[in-house]
């Protein structure tokens, strides 16, 4: 039986021990979704033709999009639909290139977007905590005004005498 080793390398439950610690770590925090994006979301699935990227994307991201392409070509090749230097099959596989690509672009986009989005709302949120700072840093110059005034007044003795020290 080996020794587990104490770095990331060795697996526990599926996961690294580094992964787990991580996880352990982030645990308190919730997993609500950032209503901003719920909304750029909604928004995007307004449009059909957002829709029907999304899907594209989706399914030409995945490995069963890898699956299919290596059934289909090894089919085309090993029945002989075409002889070699295999044109057709190169026009279909460029055609799809070019496609893809341009979902691949759509994709980029809609990610641009969504940080654009986030971006817009940790600014909003910045420019709010910086009033709440400003508001503060005021508060805090009067309480310390307030704080040597009564000081000042604390220290004087009856008709502007001073107190003894103590």
Not at 18 to 27: F, N
Not at 93 to 119: G, H, P, Y
Request: charged content about 20%.
């Amino acid at each position: 039986m080996k020794p587990e080793l104490p770095t990331a390398v060795g697996k526990r439950n599926g996961s690294t021990k580094e992964q787990s610690a991580v996880l352990e770590r982030l645990s308190h925090l919730s997993l609500e979704p950032n209503p901003v994006l719920m909304e750029h979301a909604k928004q995007r699935a307004e449009s059909v033709q957002n829709r029907i990227a999304d899907k594209i994307t989706a399914f030409a991201g995945s490995m069963w999009f890898v699956y299919i392409h290596v059934i289909w070509f090894s089919s085309w090749i090993g029945f002989g639909v075409e002889k070699y230097p295999y044109g057709l099959l190169t026009m279909i596989v460029s055609l799809e290139a070019i496609f893809l690509s341009t979902f691949v672009m759509i994709s980029q986009n809609r990610a641009d977007a969504k940080r654009q989005v986030i971006a817009d709302q940790q600014w909003q949120t910045v420019k709010e905590e910086d009033q709440q700072n400003e508001q503060l840093l005021n508060l805090s110059n009067e309480i310390l005004a307030l704080t040597k005034a009564i000081h000042s007044y604390t220290k004087a003795g009856p008709e502007g005498a001073q107190l003894p020290k103590s």
